[in-house]
């Protein structure tokens, strides 16, 4: 199991762990937790103390503290060896062509360019 602790307005960004799925249970605090099933239709709740979500395995989510107070939870993998993919990471803080970025993602030149500034990409 991991502890998360997210400050007011904290963000736990997109990201997915091809290995595993995930459950996640919130002890203190309320947050919005979400993913974006295989055919890109998306589950989102409001979770409170006691509630617990799933992941599924290397489905993208995400979760924010939508409450007044900070949030701990506590995440737990059917794996030793979950793994992580941060979405913006993995898409604009590597050495992958601009262009090839501007045509997979159908993002113009100039945000592509700044959001590999932002995240330390190259090329």
Do not use: C
């Amino acid at each position: 199991m991991a502890r998360l602790d997210l400050s007011l307005g904290g963000v736990i960004p997109m990201h997915s762990h091809p290995g595993s799925s995930e459950v996640l249970l919130v002890t203190q605090g309320s947050i919005i937790a979400g993913f974006i099933s295989s055919n890109n239709i998306v589950y989102t709740k409001t979770l409170k103390k006691g509630d617990i979500m799933v992941f599924p395995k290397g489905l993208l989510h995400f979760q924010v503290n939508s409450g007044p107070v900070p949030a701990l939870l506590w995440s737990s993998f059917n794996s030793s060896n979950p793994g992580l993919q941060v979405l913006s990471n993995a898409l604009f803080s590597n050495n992958l062509p601009s262009e090839l970025i501007e045509k997979v993602t159908f993002l113009d030149e100039l945000e592509v360019k700044r959001l590999k500034a932002l995240f330390g990409g190259s090329g």
